[in-house]
Nanobody, 124 residues
Framework: QVQLVESGGGLAQAGGSLRLSCTAS????????MAWFRQAPAKEREFVAA????????NYANSVKGRFTISRDNAKNTVYLQMNSLKPEDTAIYYC?????????????????WGQGTQVTVSS
C-alpha cells in the first residue's frame, strides 16, 4: 500500500512558475512509475506527465510539453512537477498517482494509488 501526499499548489500569475511535490509513504516507491494528472472544473481528469521508476523515461501531454518537467528523487520518495510559463488554462486540481510497474502510462485506470490533490490557480 502506498500513500501519496501532494504539496506546492497555490496561486500564480500567467507566465509564472510553481513546483509541485508528491511524497510517498509505504513500500515500493523506487520501483513504481509515477504520474501527475489534473482536473479542471466540469472537466475529466487528464494526464499531465509521467516518469518511470528509474527516471529514464518521461511522457508529457502535448498541452504541457516544453513548459512542465517531471522528476523524482527515490531517496526522498518524492516526485516533482516543475511548471513554468503557466497559463490560465493550467488551472486545475493536480493529482499525483502511482502504479506498481516500472513502465509509464497515460491512462487514469492504469494507476492504483492517488493523492488527495493540490489546487493550482493561474490568473491572467
Amino acid at each position: 500500500q502506498v500513500q501519496l501526499v501532494e504539496s506546492g499548489g497555490g496561486l500564480a500569475q500567467a507566465g509564472g512558475s510553481l513546483r509541485l511535490s508528491c511524497t510517498a509513504s509505504g513500500r515500493g516507491f523506487g520501483t513504481y512509475a509515477m504520474a501527475w494528472f489534473r482536473q479542471a472544473p466540469a472537466k475529466e481528469r487528464e494526464f499531465v506527465a509521467a516518469i518511470s521508476w528509474s527516471a529514464d523515461t518521461t511522457n508529457y501531454a502535448n498541452s504541457v510539453k516544453g513548459r512542465f518537467t517531471i522528476s523524482r528523487d527515490n531517496a526522498k520518495n518524492t516526485v516533482y512537477l516543475q511548471m513554468n510559463s503557466l497559463k490560465p488554462e493550467d488551472t486545475a486540481i493536480y493529482y499525483c498517482a502511482s502504479r506498481p510497474y516500472s513502465v509509464v502510462h497515460t491512462r487514469r485506470d492504469a494507476y492504483d494509488y492517488w493523492g488527495q490533490g493540490t489546487q493550482v490557480t493561474v490568473s491572467s
